[in-house]
């Protein structure tokens, strides 16, 4: 029983550094590539973790193998539009200048109702309103919407609208940003004083922020 615990600890943490190195994608995002390594990943580390009579290097091994792999084919991807198109595809239109592409939907094997449920994802009811939908590579739908039908933004009405910057955490549960401090050039003298104006202390904050505009928000900690 120990033993089995141990391996599956063993076996979690390595899988888990393995898609932290392949990178930052969610699962719907995944290229078909990705997809296929995220899955064989989880079948050989399956394996070793229920089989004791099998060495986890049996599962380690491989493991890494694929992560290789990954990293092989995902070079070759930047590099090579050809090779991309190879191993990722490319995107098809599947609504055309307010027009639906019935063969593109025959080839993608994509149905009416499927783009329908797509089009509500993205808030569009309306099909009519649609100017391009895009099938991405990784299953998304891009939808482009006929002019008439977009939201106005600022540039509209010709106004420029304030520059607004990122935000940056500066306490998160009680412990000090220090290297977010530093980019805005402050230090902890000034956030003690900041968060002073809400009568905590950095320590007994929940939460300290400051965005692009120097607005402050404090949160101080339940039952300090």
Not at 62 to 79: R, T
Not at 160 to 170: A, H, I, K, N, Q
Request: with cysteine; glycine share 6%; hydrophobic share 45%.
């Amino acid at each position: 029983m120990l033993t089995t615990f141990l391996r599956s600890i063993v076996l979690y943490v390595i899988v888990l550094v393995v898609m932290r190195l392949m990178g930052k994608r969610e699962i719907g995002q995944l290229q078909p590539f990705e997809l296929v390594i995220s899955i064989m990943i989880a079948d050989l580390a399956s394996i070793p973790m229920s089989e004791l009579g099998i060495p986890i290097f049996n599962g380690i091994i491989p493991i890494l193998g694929l992560l290789a792999m990954h990293l092989v084919i995902s070079f070759f991807n930047m590099k090579f539009v050809k090779f991309r198109e190879i191993t990722c595809g490319k995107p098809s239109i599947l609504i055309f200048r307010g027009k639906i592409d019935e063969q593109v939907l025959i080839k993608e094997r994509f149905t009416l109702n499927e783009l329908q449920e797509r089009m509500r994802e993205n808030n569009v009811f309306n099909i009519g309103d649609i100017e391009y939908a895009i099938l991405e590579t990784n299953g998304n739908i891009s939808i482009i919407l006929k002019p008439s039908k977009r939201n106005t933004i600022c540039e509209d009405f010709n106004i420029e609208p304030d520059y607004e910057g990122l935000p940056y955490d500066l306490v998160l549960d009680g412990q000090v940003m220090y290297e977010n401090l530093t980019k805005l050039g402050k230090d902890y003298k000034w956030l003690s004083k900041q968060v002073a104006k809400f009568k905590t202390t950095p320590e007994h904050c929940l939460i300290a922020t400051i965005d692009g505009k120097g607005n402050f928000f404090c949160q101080e900690k339940e039952g300090k």
